[in-house]
């Protein structure tokens, strides 16, 4: 290859996590209780040196506390934070030159880790462009100083212009004018394939007796829920995963359905907050084993469960949706949202409607993995039928069932008719 030739070609799968995962990787943080270690390391060394270097950038960042006031989301906003700049600059020059002259030291391990998470704050604050966020928040006594990369398209740009082409694939694009604004800038073009497998293998169910709105959470719209299980099992013995917004709400329902006459009928798993390895293989090799009994998972949105495993044929042949998958509201959402508003971007889509359906989609795409799959897709919220959500639903889900407890039976019944084989 000669200086300057481009033979590469990026191929990027599952592409739709590229966003949060380049804002992860060009963001940084430090917070003044980092510099707790190096300070009582070298005051305990009597090295006054680093000590005072140490000291001056635990100063700045107290400066730039106590320099602006919080907003309406609960930050405090800077232009710039320059005045850390040199400070950082001198600190991770003294300590570089200390950790190559003394090798062998039991805290070696700490202050290694507090420079290379110095180095990484200091090299993302150079090379910060127009997509960035710069604010503080507080944490009890503690001040969090964040370079938040909302919009990741140009660092991305760097990489991909050093090849010949990139190819992004996800089955979950959409919209693509917001894939393609933050993963490219807008400087690649999109194509959207269809669905390889047959439409009369799949039914689109819409709820619109029922939601998980906040407002409307308790015993009744739980109850309402657990009954929709109940007619999917009576219809249509088999596997089934339900996906909740929160592991609070999984957990109500799974309660409720615990009384209900689902649970004499089938079995139900139980996702926990925390799963090793082990423990996510066996609740997938459940479903996949041989069952006399149906089998129900309460699993939650955006979670191991929800996308990147394949559980074909009987293995699962529905899935319940609750919600739309919209985030919690909280700092980081709330920076998002102000930031593309500035833009004239729909900062809420941005922050939460976008994000929301696209670990709803994720997860409904669980049941169909193959030609020969058959399931039903349940979308348990009266949202899923606005138009600002409907848009944002694949071209292949066009025909769909509006439902309610009352027909959502002979729906399936004449879905699962045309199917008389798999009886």
Not at 41 to 52: M, P, T
Not at 134 to 161: A, Q, R, T
Not at 327 to 344: A, L, M, Q, Y
Request: proline content about 3%.
């Amino acid at each position: 290859m000669e200086s300057g030739e481009k033979d590469v070609i990026f191929l990027i799968d599952e592409a739709h996590n590229l966003v949060d995962r380049a804002r992860d990787m060009y963001s940084a943080v430090i917070a003044k209780s980092d510099f707790t270690f190096p300070r009582k390391y070298f005051k305990d060394k009597n090295d006054r040196y680093i000590l005072n270097k140490v000291n001056n950038c635990a100063t700045a960042l107290r400066k730039l506390e106590n320099s602006q006031k919080e907003d309406f989301r609960g930050v405090f906003p800077f232009e710039n934070v320059d005045a850390v700049y040199f400070p950082l600059f001198r600190l991770l020059t003294a300590l570089e030159e200390y950790l190559k002259e003394n090798d062998s030291f039991s805290e070696r391990e700490e202050l290694v880790n507090f420079y290379f998470k110095l180095s990484h704050f200091y090299l993302i604050l150079e090379q910060m462009n127009a997509g960035y966020e710069i604010y503080g928040e507080k944490e009890k006594k503690d001040f969090i100083l964040h370079l938040f990369c909302i919009d990741p398209s140009e660092k991305l740009e760097e990489y991909l212009e050093k090849s010949v082409s990139s190819i992004f694939f996800s089955a979950t694009f959409l919209p693509v004018p917001y894939f393609r604004q933050l993963l490219c800038g807008n400087k690649i073009d999109a194509f959207c394939i269809p669905s390889p497998f047959e439409e009369k293998n799949r039914l689109i169910a819409i709820a619109r007796d029922v939601t998980s709105r906040y407002t409307r959470r308790g015993e009744a719209e739980y109850r309402k829920i657990v009954r929709y299980l109940e007619i999917t099992l009576e219809k249509k013995p088999g596997n089934y995963i339900m996906f909740f917004p929160s592991y609070e709400m999984q957990k109500a329902v799974y309660d409720v359905a615990l009384q209900s006459s689902a649970y004499l009928v089938s079995d139900f798993l139980l996702q926990q907050s925390f799963m090793d390895e082990e423990e996510k293989k066996n609740f997938l090799q459940t479903f996949r084993k041989e069952r006399k009994k149906s089998l129900v998972g309460f699993c939650v949105l955006g979670s191991i469960f929800s996308e990147g495993i394949d559980l074909v044929g009987k293995s699962l042949i529905g899935v319940m949706i609750i919600g739309t998958g919209l985030p919690g509201v909280c700092r980081e959402r709330e920076v998002i949202r102000s930031f593309f508003d500035r833009k004239n971007k729909k900062g809420y889509d941005y922050a939460y409607r976008y994000p929301g359906m696209n670990k709803v989609l994720q997860a409904a795409g669980r049941v169909i993995r193959s030609a020969g799959d058959v399931g039903t897709i349940l979308l348990m919220d009266d949202r899923f039928l606005r138009r600002e959500n409907q848009v944002l639903l694949p071209q292949e889900w066009s025909t769909y069932y509006a439902v309610s407890c009352e027909n959502y039976g002979k729906v399936l019944d004449k879905f699962w008719d045309g199917f008389q084989e798999e009886k």
